[in-house]
């Protein structure tokens, strides 16, 4: 099964302040992904990647950032954290299949509170 | 883009009941549809998964069958544990940009 680490597994922010939340992903899978879950929304994506180099806006990407170092990183960036970012926020990855076959390997969630 | 419904949002069985939970999507470009469990404060965990070529597809306990023509797929869950308490998410594959997911179906089995 594939493996997928995400850090920190809870963070406390403050409003403004700057936040980065990590994934390491270790079965060489070209995409990767960062969504967020909120009660009443499900899971919403935020930003996805190809491949090293590569970041792409998803369903709602204001106020976040990404980063796609390597192979197996994929970062999430909260320059300028809002209590609206308050979430568990997970990262998964999925072999590039597309969209006949695209099931994804998620991580184990990371839970943020702005305050 | 693809927008992913699921009913209901919760319910509530006793151990060994059967349980339903529909799902319908929009966009009839999606192919692929994998389903996820959540266990509380755990991963999203992939459970069973229907491509649009085929009508129903069973594992153990699980039977996904698939309606391209009405786009309405329903998962049957049979003799529920108290193991199966957990979070059900219906999704559909938008190919590269990943998966459009419902709000999922909080079930919950009684001893």
């Known amino acids: 099964e594939a493996a997928v680490t995400q850090s920190p597994r809870n963070k406390v922010a403050v409003t403004g302040g700057k936040v980065t939340l990590s994934c390491n992903q270790t079965?060489?899978?070209?995409?990767m992904y960062w969504y967020r879950q909120d009660t009443g929304h499900g899971l919403r994506l935020i930003h996805y990647?190809?491949?090293?180099?590569?970041?792409e806006k998803g369903d709602i990407p204001d106020g976040y950032k990404a980063s796609r170092p390597s192979q197996e990183n994929f970062s999430l960036i909260l320059e300028l954290a809002t209590p609206s970012q308050t979430s568990v926020y997970f990262c998964?990855?999925?072999?590039?299949?597309?969209?006949?076959?695209?099931?994804?390997?998620f991580g184990a969630g990371t839970r943020l509170s702005v305050l | 883009g693809e927008q992913v419904e699921q009913l209901p949002s919760s319910l509530i069985v006793q151990e060994g009941a059967s349980v339903l939970i529909n799902c319908s999507y929009t966009?009839?470009?999606?192919?692929?549809f994998p389903w996820y469990k959540q266990e509380p404060g755990k991963r999203l965990q992939f459970i069973i998964d229907?491509?649009?070529?085929?009508e129903r597809k069973q594992n153990q306990r699980l039977t996904l069958l698939f309606d391209k023509k009405t786009k309405h797929l329903s998962l049957h869950i049979t003799a529920t544990q108290p193991g199966d308490s957990a979070i059900y998410f219906c999704?559909?594959?938008?190919?590269?940009?990943?998966?459009?997911f419902g709000l999922g179906t909080r079930v919950s089995v009684f001893p």
């Open positions: 998964a990855s999925g072999p590039d299949r597309g969209r006949s076959q695209n099931t994804l390997y």
């Open positions: 079965n060489n899978h070209n995409n």
């Open positions: 990647s190809y491949g090293a180099g590569s970041t």
């Open positions: 966009d009839s470009a999606s192919v692929y």
């Open positions: 229907i491509r649009s070529n085929m």
């Open positions: 999704s559909a594959s938008t190919g590269a940009q990943g998966l459009t």
